[in-house]
């Protein structure tokens, strides 16, 4: 088990990548989730995904460094396992082979028998994937109070936007005083699968192995980064009564096909049906990539000023595939060429 010193060591050495890689600058810029592999690439470290079978991941430094994670799980595992080996690399430990008993131990574990070397890349992932500052960012941005974090759903677009699972981010909530215990428990206790079937409903696809995003107008700018067969619901307001439409056509350029498409009374509206809520769902089928510029437009003046616009960018590819990290193989193609 790692000492307190050592836990506050690794985390302390997390916010200095943090600041490094200047991570605050990058939420503000729309990236709501702390892009990990990323800064592996940036130490060159290779990153190889592997359909590891018993691991979870690996990190090696003999005689270079290089990090194995698994294909067999989805994103947000193959993150926090990232996470977890960059981890031992920043601290500069020994060679480790991490299986899922390692990386789902608690930072602050009672045993007294674990490797605190595993406790300490273990805080170092937490603190690298779920700081504080980055759950405050997604409050502001919303407009959630602490009091949100009470409802499930929320708690699940959170854990979405910092691509972390909604079971570590139940606990990163804990960590931080965000939510307390029994609220946690309360949490813990919720399946995600019944989260995405309310969100969607009707629309039920082959399977829940997909996640469902939640998109308002508080998401303007944002990086959308999930996995190819996700779902993302689009929720703004439409200013019917002046005949202006939401057009969502270019969401087909990106590979978002539009499955739903409908229109909600907005409850504080004084002038009945002036204004509406405007809802589509699009599903990616396999993966859907690309910037989207969404405007609210009066279909008869369509080249002129929209009354309002939306940006994102939308990366659905995940999770990553057999091989080196996306970006690890474009480098190598390039040198052989
Ligand atoms: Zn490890």
């Known amino acids: 088990m790692a000492s307190r010193e050592e836990i506050l060591g690794a985390i302390y050495e997390a916010g200095r990548l943090h600041q490094q890689y200047d991570s605050v600058a990058r939420a503000a810029r ?3 989730r702390v892009d990990v592999f990323g800064m592996l690439v940036d130490r060159d470290i290779p990153v190889l995904f592997r359909p590891l ?15 194995m994670v698994t294909t067999k799980l989805g994103l947000p595992v193959q993150r926090f396992t990232a996470a977890h080996e960059l981890g031992h690399a920043a601290l500069g430990h020994e060679a480790s082979l991490d299986d899922q008993e390692i990386l789902e131990r608690p930072i602050f574990a009672t045993e007294t028998n674990g490797d605190p070397r595993e406790d300490q890349a273990n805080a170092f992932a937490a603190e ?3 700081p504080d500052w980055l759950i405050v960012h997604h409050m502001k941005q919303q407009g959630w109070s602490r009091d949100s974090f009470s ?24 960590q931080c005083d965000g939510i307390d215990r029994l609220t946690r428990d ?7 699968k019944s989260i995405k079937e309310s969100l969607a409903k009707p629309y039920a696809p082959a399977d829940w192995r997909r996640d469902v995003w939640l998109v308002t107008e ?3 700018g944002m990086v959308l980064e999930g996995s190819r067969s996700d779902l993302v619901i689009l929720k703004f307001r439409e200013h019917a009564g002046s005949g202006y ?3 969502f056509g270019d969401l087909a350029d990106a590979g978002l096909e539009i499955v739903k498409d409908g229109r909600s009374p907005v409850a504080s509206d004084q002038h009945i049906g002036a204004v509406v809520f405007r809802t589509i769902l699009a599903k990616a089928e396999d993966g859907a990539t690309g910037y989207v510029n969404l405007r609210e437009m009066r279909p008869w003046q369509m080249k002129g000023k929209p009354l309002h616009s939306f940006d994102f960018n939308v990366d659905l590819s995940g999770p990553v595939t057999d091989g080196l990290h996306p970006s690890q193989r474009e480098a190598a193609l390039l040198e052989v060429a």
């Not at 079978?53 to 990090?67: H, M, R, T």
């Not at 309360?186 to 995600?192: A, D, P």
Request: with cysteine.
């Open 53 to 67: 079978k018993n691991l979870l991941g690996a990190y090696i430094n003999d005689p270079d460094q290089g990090v």
């Open 245 to 247: 439409a939401w057009q």
């Open 186 to 192: 309360k949490l813990l206790k919720v399946k995600v």
């Open 151 to 174: 409802d499930p759903a929320v708690v699940y677009q959170l854990a979405l936007r910092m691509g972390s699972s909604y079971l570590a981010t139940c606990y990163a909530l804990a």
């Open 128 to 130: 690298l994937l779920t």
């Open 218 to 220: 508080c998401d303007d």
């Open 30 to 32: 729309g990236e709501g």
